[in-house]
């Protein structure tokens, strides 16, 4: 995979990376604060960029893959579209 560039689905960890589980905000943590660096804000939910990788990105990362960002998911995963209140929905460019 040297050199292949891949988006990871936004469900997984990826280091460096923020993981918002599509916009679910179980897996954010509320502040009242200004923005923090190295972390995405959603309202009054921050997400934070991940500082590890989930095994099969490492493994990907291992084998030459280069993470370019995340792909856009339901909330939770759940279900068959790809819209979630943070990203709105996955348009076809075409």
């Known amino acids: 995979l040297r050199g292949i560039p891949l988006a990871i689905k936004d469900l997984e960890k990826a280091k460096g ?24 804000r959603f309202g009054d939910w921050k997400f934070e960029n991940e500082m590890e990788d989930e095994p099969f990105v490492r ?5 030459g893959a280069i993470i370019i960002g995340k ?18 929905t996955t348009l076809n460019p075409y």
């Open 71 to 88: 792909t856009n998911a339901p909330e939770l995963g759940m279900g068959c579209h790809s819209y979630n209140t943070i990203h709105g």
């Open 59 to 63: 493994r990907l990362r291992d084998a």
């Open 17 to 40: 990376l923020t993981t918002t589980s599509g916009g679910c905000p179980l897996f954010g943590v509320q502040t009242e604060q200004g923005e923090d660096e190295g972390s995405y």
